[in-house]
């Protein structure tokens, strides 16, 4: 397994931070698309198993860039018994679902990580970010497609407002063109957000601006000959 996290950036995003590369690490890319597709919370423990150990480094690379925010919080939750700081201000954001795509696959995957993500190092939650109408899924698209297909899509709940000087790191399974990412930043950023990054479980690295980087497209059902 790779020691160090892989860094890309998109044009709402300065930084986003993710485990693994697709298709490089094949078995990875099985555990993700059960955990994504198959709802199996198994793999999602699984997964979160792996990256566990570099939550550390994590929080190391994010404390770096965040040096002027000011105050640090003493972290020391970890498995292994290492101490770590982080901003106060920094909050966990999952990359929501509606309830209709949550429903059809059994499971937030998104939640899911980002709750254990939390839990292992004390960063707080914000779920007042949701997706407001269903679109095509990202993976069935191509790359120009997938940048039209989330104008208008998420939007923030009016009870939770966002925090005053406050650092949002995005939480999703899957980097690909980052274009879901980047409208959660975009939508973020205009409700007075200071700072969005983002981490991902893994990246995929795209090819042209064709549909190279679908490797995680549910199949369709087979059907007979």
Same mark, same amino acid.
């Given at each position: 397994?790779?020691?160090?996290?892989?860094?890309?950036?998109?044009?709402?995003?300065?930084?986003?931070?993710?485990?693994?590369?697709?298709?490089?690490?094949?078995?990875?890319?099985?555990?993700?698309?059960?955990?994504?597709?198959?709802?199996?919370?198994?793999?999602?423990?699984?997964?979160?198993?792996?990256?566990?150990?570099?939550?550390?480094?994590?929080?190391?690379?994010?404390?770096?860039?965040?040096?002027? =925010?000011?105050?640090?919080?003493?972290?020391?939750? !970890?498995?292994?018994? &290492? /101490?770590?700081?982080? #901003?106060? *201000? %920094?909050?966990?954001?999952?990359?929501?679902?509606?309830?209709?795509?949550?429903?059809?696959?059994?499971?937030?995957?998104?939640?899911?990580?980002?709750?254990?993500?939390?839990?292992?190092?004390?960063?707080?939650?914000?779920?007042?970010?949701?997706?407001?109408?269903?679109?095509?899924?990202?993976?069935?698209?191509?790359?120009? =497609?997938?940048?039209?297909?989330?104008?208008?899509? !998420?939007?923030?709940? &009016? /009870?939770?407002?966002? #925090?005053? *000087? %406050?650092?949002?790191?995005?939480?999703?399974?899957?980097?690909?063109?980052?274009?879901?990412?980047?409208?959660?930043?975009?939508?973020?950023?205009?409700?007075?957000?200071?700072?969005?990054?983002?981490?991902?479980?893994?990246?995929?690295?795209?090819?042209?601006?064709?549909?190279?980087?679908?490797?995680?497209?549910?199949?369709?059902?087979?059907?007979?000959?």
């Amino acid at each position: 397994m790779p020691r160090s996290l892989y860094t890309r950036s998109a044009p709402e995003l300065p930084r986003i931070l993710s485990f693994f590369r697709l298709p490089e690490q094949s078995a990875i890319k099985k555990l993700i698309h059960r955990f994504k597709f198959d709802g199996a919370r198994t793999a999602g423990d699984d997964l979160f198993s792996l990256i566990e150990a570099r939550l550390p480094e994590l929080l190391r690379l994010h404390c770096e860039e965040n040096e002027a =925010a000011g105050k640090f919080t003493d972290l020391s939750s !970890f498995s292994n018994g &290492e /101490s770590v700081t982080t #901003p106060n *201000r %920094t909050f966990l954001v999952p990359v929501p679902l509606t309830r209709a795509r949550e429903r059809g696959r059994g499971l937030h995957q998104t939640r899911q990580l980002a709750r254990a993500i939390s839990a292992a190092t004390g960063l707080p939650l914000f779920e007042g970010l949701k997706k407001v109408r269903e679109t095509p899924p990202q993976s069935s698209l191509t790359r120009t =497609a997938r940048l039209g297909n989330l104008a208008g899509v !998420f939007a923030l709940q &009016e /009870s939770l407002p966002v #925090p005053s *000087r %406050t650092t949002f790191l995005l939480v999703d399974d899957v980097l690909t063109t980052g274009s879901t990412l980047n409208a959660c930043a975009r939508t973020l950023r205009a409700a007075g957000a200071e700072k969005v990054e983002a981490l991902t479980l893994a990246q995929v690295e795209t090819v042209g601006g064709g549909r190279g980087e679908n490797f995680l497209q549910k199949p369709e059902p087979a059907t007979a000959s």
